[in-house]
């Protein structure tokens, strides 16, 4: 009797061991395919953050500025969910950025505008980190995502502002 119930216990334990490893392989693909899908373009359309484009002189001052436009590209495609760019390789990345600071128009070149820069360089490269470490949750991943947009959005107005103020300071008194 003893054997019985020993030899029922062993069939039990196996046959409850077999059916835990193909439930946890399904468990890993599912959350693999998660976080696949927690970056969309619906969740990127309900951040909630404010969004600054450049003025028709901002556009002119950044016209010749490559490196500029091919970020303000990846961006618009980031909010499309595209983060191809910003997943790649860390050292392509860190090139790019090199170069997007060493381009700046020297017009452009103060302290509001660089510490704005920084912040870009800042964000893009933590969004990088949270999207190539597994164990970043999706949430954290999505608030990466709004940070780059932010910090490029704020740039943006940075430029805006500084162009403005260049504007206003050479008019001149009547008095």
Known sequence: MKAELILLYIFCLLSFGCGNDKTVGDATDTETTSQKRAITTHAIEN????DYVLSNTGEQAVASWDNYQELAIQIGYLKKADISFFNG????????????????????????????????ETSVLKLHDDLTLDNIPDENKLQSVKEVIVAFSNFNYQINKKLERDKFDQISSEY
Do not use: H
Request: aromatic share 8%.
């Open 47 to 50: 951040l909630k953050y404010t």
């Open 89 to 120: 390789d860390k050292e392509l990345l860190k090139k790019f950025v090199a170069e997007f600071k060493i381009g700046l128009p020297e017009d452009l070149n103060t302290n509001p505008i660089l510490s704005r820069m920084a912040m870009v």
